[in-house]
C-alpha cells in the first residue's frame, strides 16, 4: 500500500511525477534509452535541462538577467559556493536554524561572516524582526523556511545588500517577489524533485567580483558558460526535476500552490491548537507552511499516537532528531486528503487517550 509521505526530504512528489520517471527509466522519451544510460549531451537530454531551466526562471517570474543552473552537492555544496563567489569583505548572516548556522560556519571559512540575528537562545522557535542589515556588507544571507524548527519567513528583512537565500525546503511554494533575491538555492529533494541535483538561481550581474581564483567546480561563470553541463549532471535528478516544474505549471503555478499551501496548513495547524494533546513547536506567527512541526502535552500518550499513525498508513512524522516531537512535512506534492486524515488520526488520538 503506498504510504502517506511526510517525510522532511526526500519527501513525496505527485504521482504523474512518479509514473513518467518509472517509464523513463526503461525508455526516456521513445528513445530507446534509459534516462540513466543517455548520453547528457545528447539532444534529447539537452532539451529537458534546457526546458527545466527555462521553467524555473518562468516559475519564478525571473527574466534574463537571471539564470538557473543545475549542480551537484546539494544545499551544503552552496554553504560554500555561495562565498567563494561572492564574499569579498564581509557578509551578514542571519541564524534561524541548523542550516541556516552550518552555511554560515562554512563562510567564515573564506572571510568575515558576521551573524547580524539568531534566535538559537530561544530554540529558533521565531524569525528575528526589525534586523538591522548592514550596508557595508557583500550580500545577506537567510534561510526562508527552517525545515528543522518549522518556522518561515513571511516578510523578507528590508535590505539593501544582495539577497541570498536558501529556499530548500520552500522554494516555489507560494507566490514571492523574486526579484528581491540576488540568489537562490535549493537541494531538489524537498519541493523540486529526487535528490541530486541543486537548483541555484543567479543574478548574473553579482558575479565576478571576488580576487579569489575559483576552482572550476566552484565557479558559477563557468557553470553559467557551459549551460550548466560542466560535467555530466545527474540525468534522473534533473528529468524529475523537469517533471515536477511542468506538473507546477500545470497545477496553476505559484499563485495556485500557495493558495492550497495555505489551507493545507490551516487544516493542521488548526486541529493542533485545537486538540488538548497537541501543542505547536513554532511561534504562530512565524509557523512554516511547509513543515509543522508539534509536541505531545502528555509524554505518556506518545505509544498511542504512534501506533495510530502507523495503522493509518502515515509515514515520515518524527521530529528531527535535534528537537524531538512531530514534523508534519506538507510539501507541493502532499495532497489534502492525506492532511485531513492526519487530522482524522489526532482527533482519534484524542476519543482512545
Ligand atoms: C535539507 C536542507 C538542507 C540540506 O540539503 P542537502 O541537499 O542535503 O545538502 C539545507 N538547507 C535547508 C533549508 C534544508 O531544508
Known amino acids: 500500500m503506498k504510504k502517506h509521505n511526510f517525510s522532511a526530504g526526500p519527501s513525496i512528489l505527485a504521482p504523474e511525477v512518479f509514473e513518467k520517471a518509472s517509464a523513463a527509466l526503461l525508455d526516456f522519451e521513445g528513445t530507446g534509452l534509459s534516462v540513466v544510460e543517455i548520453s547528457h549531451r545528447s539532444p534529447e537530454f539537452v532539451n529537458i535541462i534546457e526546458r527545466a531551466r527555462a521553467l524555473a526562471l518562468e516559475i519564478a517570474g525571473l527574466d534574463d538577467s537571471y539564470t538557473a543552473l543545475y549542480l551537484q552537492g546539494g544545499a551544503s555544496m552552496q554553504f560554500l559556493m555561495v562565498p567563494y563567489n561572492l564574499l569579498e569583505r564581509k557578509a551578514a548572516y542571519i ?136 560535467n555530466t549532471p545527474s540525468t534522473f535528478a534533473v528529468y524529475v526535476n523537469y517533471l515536477v516544474l511542468e506538473w507546477l505549471k500545470a497545477q496553476g503555478g505559484l499563485e495556485a500552490i500557495g493558495k492550497r499551501n495555505a489551507k493545507k496548513a490551516a487544516l493542521l495547524y488548526s486541529e493542533i491548537d485545537r486538540n488538548p494533546l497537541t501543542v505547536g513547536y513554532a511561534d504562530r506567527a512565524d509557523r512554516s507552511l511547509m513543515n509543522v512541526t508539534f509536541n505531545l502535552t502528555d509524554e505518556h500518550t506518545k505509544d498511542l499516537f504512534d501506533s495510530l499513525w502507523k495503522e493509518a498508513g502515515i509515514s515520515g512524522i518524527k521530529g528531527h532528531r535535534s528537537v524531538g516531537g512531530y514534523r508534519a512535512s506538507i510539501y507541493n506534492a502532499m495532497p489534502i486528503e492525506s492532511v485531513q486524515l492526519l487530522v482524522e488520526v489526532l482527533k482519534e488520538f484524542e476519543r482512545r487517550a
Open 95 to 230: 541564524d534561524t536554524g541548523t542550516w541556516a548556522n552550518k552555511a554560515q560556519k562554512e563562510a567564515a571559512l573564506f572571510g568575515e561572516a558576521e551573524v547580524i540575528a539568531s534566535t538559537k537562545a530561544e530554540g529558533y522557535k521565531h524569525i528575528p524582526k526589525n534586523v538591522n542589515v548592514p550596508t557595508d556588507v557583500d550580500y545577506l544571507h537567510i534561510t526562508t523556511n527552517n525545515t528543522i524548527y518549522g518556522t518561515e519567513y513571511h516578510a523578507l528583512p528590508e535590505c539593501k545588500v544582495p539577497l541570498v537565500a536558501d529556499m530548500s525546503s520552500d522554494i516555489f511554494s507560494r507566490p514571492l517577489d523574486y526579484t528581491q533575491f540576488s540568489l537562490i538555492y535549493a537541494g531538489s529533494q524537498k519541493n523540486l524533485g529526487a535528490s541530486g541535483s541543486t537548483l541555484v538561481i543567479v543574478k548574473k550581474d553579482i558575479l565576478g567580483k571576488v580576487s579569489r581564483k575559483l576552482p572550476s567546480m566552484m565557479d558559477y561563470q563557468l557553470h553559467i558558460k557551459s549551460d550548466s553541463m560542466y
